[in-house]
């Protein structure tokens, strides 16, 4: 089993859907979670961190579940702009800083 | 602005050249990763440092090494380059603390002929 995992997709929606990715983890003892954005042939970018009390910017809302080991991402009112390839990220250990990325959800948003 | 440079943005290269890619950060992190990124299987770390001279195992280094003289530079190498390993290369760093961002370098396409 893979420490992260994610549904690859695509998700194809149109413009103004609402859409949610989910991300799960293996280790319990995770620490920390990430969501990043990945255009194409681009270096990720950090989307949001991802906080146990769950957190929003703007359109998008990102939420823990430490019982369940997954942690979501939900975009509301999507954009064109919003097509690129979703990063879940978590980190496994204490004080390395190594970081565990999950296989990336793609989404498409057609007009 | 932070910064994480790739020198070498697009590479071609001979079965068995040795092929050093170079990642220069300039936010004074400790921590320093290599991670090679292929279709289908996501992003997958190569080696990472968490200080000069030091160095970790990620979890595909057959076939790769790395150096840490400086804290601001880290460079894969590639000591006999075969074809299995065209990929995509991406650089990045973060402070010491966990759960701090991680920067990325714009990515070394590395092509093995």
């Known amino acids: 089993r893979k420490e992260v995992e994610q549904d690859p997709g695509p998700f194809n929606v149109p413009e103004g859907a609402t859409v949610a990715f989910n991300c799960t983890y293996s280790?319990?003892?995770?620490?920390?979670f990430f969501w990043y954005r990945q255009d194409c042939r681009k270096e990720p970018k950090l989307l949001m961190s991802?906080?146990?009390s769950g957190n929003e910017d703007g359109r998008f809302t990102a939420q823990l579940n430490r019982a369940s080991q997954y942690i979501s991402l939900l975009i509301r009112d999507s954009k064109l702009s919003d097509s690129a390839t979703y990063l879940c990220?978590?980190?496994?250990?204490?004080?390395?800083?190594?970081?565990?990325f999950g296989q990336g959800t793609t989404l498409q948003v057609k007009p | 602005d932070v910064k994480v440079t790739q020198s070498s943005r697009y590479l071609v290269k001979r079965t068995g050249e040795k092929v050093f890619l170079e990642c220069v950060q300039d936010?004074?992190?400790?921590?320093m990763f290599w991670y090679r990124q292929d279709p289908g299987l996501g992003l997958r770390l190569i080696y990472f440092?968490?200080?000069?001279?030091?160095?970790e195992k990620g979890d595909i280094p057959e076939g790769y090494s790395v150096s840490r003289e400086k804290k601001e530079r880290f460079s894969l190498i590639l000591e006999s380059a075969s074809t299995n390993q065209t990929s995509m290369y991406l650089c990045?760093?973060?402070?010491?603390?966990?759960?701090?961002?991680?920067?990325f370098g714009e990515g070394s396409w590395l092509t093995v002929v």
């Open positions: 990045a760093s973060t402070p010491e603390s966990v759960g701090n961002t991680i920067y």
């Open positions: 280790n319990s003892a995770s620490q920390s």
């Open positions: 991802v906080y146990s």
């Open positions: 990220v978590v980190n496994m250990r204490g004080n390395t800083g190594k970081l565990i």
């Open positions: 936010m004074d992190h400790e921590n």
């Open positions: 440092s968490y200080d000069v001279k030091m160095k």
